[in-house]
């Protein structure tokens, strides 16, 4: 039997819904200016996924970086979300 897309298909879930509250949490005590710190970790993660040979950890470092990438869109659609009242604002940041 071959595992290796059930692997990948569960790392692919896992990853999505760790991201989901990164994302939150990221714009509530950061804001959107900490967008860049998601386009490092995607290209880390590109490269990564090119130099490994293995299929797996590659297909999953892979799936870390997109992810990543779509969490830039993510982060100023929960700003927002925020501003329409979704989700609560932090009273302690001051930038807009």
Known sequence: ???????IG???FLCI???HPIVIKAEYYFGVRCWWLFLLLALVCIV???LTTATIPS???????FSSL??????FKQRKR???GWFPKNPKRKDK
């Open 1 to 7: 039997m071959n595992f290796t897309g059930i692997v």
């Open 10 to 12: 569960l790392s692919a």
């Open 17 to 19: 819904g760790i991201f």
């Open 48 to 50: 990564a996924s090119l």
């Open 59 to 65: 297909t999953i470092l892979g799936v870390v970086a």
């Open 70 to 75: 779509w969490s830039i869109l993510e982060l």
């Open 82 to 84: 925020v501003e329409k």
